[in-house]
């Protein structure tokens, strides 16, 4: 007997066939409504594992067994002559068609869904009555075209409460500072990418906006007990997903979570560090869960710009570096705190019973405890480089900061002192020199573009000034960093009668 023949008439391979496409379209149909309900992530584990365990019987059962016009019987009990499996197989063979079809709709549904970045996306498709979603109305930027760059977006919070925005962002944070010390990794700054927090943009369009070739986003649901985490990293040109993850983990692994995001990121990104390099690249720099969770609660509220969130931030910092000594990160953001009350332009400077004296104190306290606890060398530096600017020792600075810059050439942070450092020693050459390799970048990115305005107008060719300063606010008509800098420099290039229907439109 002919083995496959017989496996033909007894319908088992279409038997075969029609059960790895059901299969298939029942696991991307739970994929897709379970996580609405919340329903943890063992549950497709298991049914994928059962329907797994489930092939071999069905094929068992379609050999043993025959559908006849008097219910099931065993094949060997059913008369060939009156046998009906050319009429089971038309039935099976239409029933597979059915499920392909099928299978093509959701293909077509997720590609459709693929650009905003799937299930629980932050971004809705492209409106067809969008313009700026119009193919050839602008140049694509210069930056999308490499393939190492990235922006992390806020990831949104999908917790029963709707309490754990502070956890969303400040993991979303933390993700994007470990990728950021990835040496030939592009990230968009904190500034920028987290200014579409619930846009409705397009992924696509979001990408261009930020100038980077890739986004990750995704979502948390966090209660006292459980973290459910799920992330996705999207190719921004055709919307596909290049890596995804879900962890379904106790609360207690929240470090652990951040670490192997960033580590599985990075990987997935194909940069250059080695498997050692990235694990320390990912650490979160403390092993206790509870000023973990502090400092994260401190970094949500760093980017406000409120004095009354920075308060609370620097409150929550200084509870992370109460709890574990030895977690520089907290050490730094607590100082970066007293440097800006010592400032009183800053706006989240507060006045207070504090002296000068004593907030030059708390800043040194910190900084030095930030100094002796780095986990690096690399991260000491840039902890050296801020004390040394703090006490007037600018050229140690400069030479600090541009030794940290050859191994963290995209840190604003470092770029942004060594460009005040520049105009503050009236080095117009070395100024000019880093607005020159940023301008590129500067068109890109809002954070550049803001470090970029905030010190060209200083310089002797304060025209120039004014005319980047135009094409920034053209870029971003809604950006009131990017406005505030440009009528700065528009003013002081003398633009107010040269530009005076520009300087109208813009002053809204």
């Not at 379970?34 to 329907?51: M, R, S």
């Not at 099931?72 to 039935?91: F, G, I, P, W, Y």
């Not at 059915?98 to 869904?113: E, H, I």
């Not at 806020?154 to 993700?175: C, K, N, T, V």
Request: hydrophobic fraction near 45%; aromatic fraction near 8%.
């Amino acid at each position: 007997m002919n083995l496959l023949a017989e496996l033909r008439r007894r319908n088992v391979i279409r038997v075969a066939g029609l059960y790895l496409v059901g299969a298939w379209l029942v696991v991307q149909i739970a994929e897709t409504l379970l996580p609405i309900f919340e329903t943890p992530g063992w549950v497709l584990k298991a049914l994928v594992v059962l329907l797994a365990l489930g092939f071999i019987p069905a094929l068992a059962f379609a050999w043993v067994f025959e559908m006849t016009p008097e219910g099931l019987k065993r094949e060997h009990e059913v008369d060939r002559s009156q046998s009906v499996v050319d009429q089971t197989a038309r039935k099976l063979d239409i029933a597979v068609i059915v499920l392909l079809l099928a299978v093509g709709g959701m293909v077509l549904w997720q590609n459709q869904r693929a650009p905003d970045a799937g299930s629980g996306s932050l971004s809705p498709a492209v409106s067809a009555e969008d313009p700026s979603a119009s193919a050839g109305e602008s140049e694509p930027d210069p930056i999308a075209t490499e393939t190492k760059s990235i922006a992390v977006l806020p990831f949104a919070d999908f917790s029963p409460g709707g309490d754990q925005a502070w956890f969303a962002d400040g993991l979303s944070e933390e993700i994007l500072n470990a990728l950021a010390r990835t040496p030939d990794l592009q990230v968009a700054a904190r500034t920028s990418s987290f200014r579409f927090k619930g846009s409705e943009l397009s992924i696509p369009q979001i990408a261009k906006e930020l100038g980077v070739a890739h986004v990750l986003e995704g979502s948390v649901r966090s209660t006292p007990e459980r973290i459910r985490v799920t992330a996705q990293l999207i190719r921004a040109a055709d919307g596909f997903h290049v890596w995804s993850q879900n962890y379904d983990r106790d609360a207690a692994d929240i470090i652990a979570i951040q670490e192997d995001l960033a580590t599985q990121i990075a990987t997935a990104m194909q940069t250059s560090m080695d498997p050692a390099a990235l694990a320390d690249m990912a650490k979160a720099g403390t092993r206790s869960v509870e000023a973990y969770q502090a400092y994260i609660r401190g970094v949500a509220k760093t980017f406000t710009y409120d004095a009354k969130d920075s308060r609370e931030a620097y409150e929550y910092f200084e509870q992370a570096r109460s709890t574990d000594p030895a977690f520089a990160a907290a050490h730094w953001r607590a100082a970066t705190y007293w440097l800006a009350q010592m400032d009183p332009t800053q706006t989240i400077a507060v006045m207070s019973d504090t002296t000068y004296a004593e907030m030059s104190d708390n800043f040194a306290e910190r900084i030095d405890l930030a100094i002796r606890h780095a986990p690096n060398e690399l991260e000491r530096s840039q902890y050296r480089g801020l004390k040394a600017e703090r006490d007037l020792r600018w050229r140690e600075a400069v030479d600090i900061y541009r030794a940290f810059l050859v191994e963290r050439p995209g840190n604003l942070e470092a770029t942004s002192q060594l460009l005040a450092l520049a105009v503050a020693m009236s080095d117009d050459a070395s100024a000019r020199e880093l607005l020159d390799r940023i301008w590129p970048l500067a068109q890109t990115r809002i954070e550049f573009a803001l470090a970029h305005l905030n010190h060209a107008h200083r310089l002797p060719d304060r025209s120039r000034a004014a005319d980047e300063a135009q094409a920034l606010a053209e870029r971003w008509p809604d950006h009131r960093g990017v406005l505030y800098q440009a009528h700065r420099a528009l003013l002081w290039g003398a633009a107010w009668t040269k530009r005076g229907p520009y300087w109208s439109a813009c002053g809204r």
